[in-house]
């Protein structure tokens, strides 16, 4: 196989919150209670956001996650931002961390419950990339910017996606889902 047989792409696939995992799927089904009886709508499951982008010369896997330890060079890790509160950031448990990780993985990638192609043009596919050292680092669960929603992992894949030229309005959730913060991204990469 050639390098030339290898498109380009940039596939988003929504994983349930929590899979793989006991205590986040519980939290997120507590929050999401709560979330549905304040907003006086059905529940809705909870989908994090996770981009897979596939170039002739590599692989990457990009994603948000809670930082394990300081070695974020060995994860592609690009930029590092705070939970909860900035106040308790210099604590890695309040801290997130975007990986954009050539030739890493997704470990809960296997739970997705849909995966589309947003894009196969390797132009764009190479703005992404470049795009995700530049993420705003915002407060994960906080609304710094007033977009009227939390900043989330989410906000972080769509905020790329539309600063690197794709509609991220225009991409749908899996049926009866909801992704907090999506709408957060495309606003602040908006603004």
């Given amino acids: 196989m050639t390098d030339d047989d290898v498109r380009a792409a940039v596939d988003l696939s929504w994983i349930p919150l929590g899979a793989g995992g ?26 994090h956001s996770a981009l897979v982008i596939t170039l002739p010369d590599a692989m990457y896997s ?18 590092e931002g705070s939970v ?12 997130y961390e975007v990986r954009c990780w050539r030739d890493g993985t997704i470990p809960d990638l296997e739970y997705a419950r849909g ?19 530049n993420v705003p680092t915002l407060t994960w669960g906080r609304d710094e910017m007033r977009t009227g929603e939390m900043w989330t992992c989410n906000s972080i894949i769509s ?33």
């Fill in 62 to 79: 990009v994603e948000m996650t809670p930082v394990p330890n300081r070695r974020g060079h060995e994860r592609g890790v690009v930029a």
């Fill in 115 to 133: 995966t589309e192609c947003v894009t196969d043009d390797a132009t764009i596919a190479r703005r992404v990339l470049a795009e995700l050292p």
């Fill in 22 to 47: 006991h205590s986040v799927r519980v939290n997120g089904i507590v929050y999401e209670a709560i979330s549905a009886a304040i907003q006086r709508r059905p529940r809705a499951d909870i989908y």
């Fill in 84 to 95: 909860g509160t900035r106040l308790a950031r210099r604590i890695r448990i309040f801290r």
């Fill in 159 to 191: 905020w790329a996606l539309h600063r690197a030229g794709v509609d991220a309005r225009a991409i749908a959730l899996p049926s009866r889902g909801r992704a907090p913060g999506w709408d957060a991204g495309i606003a602040v990469a908006s603004a």
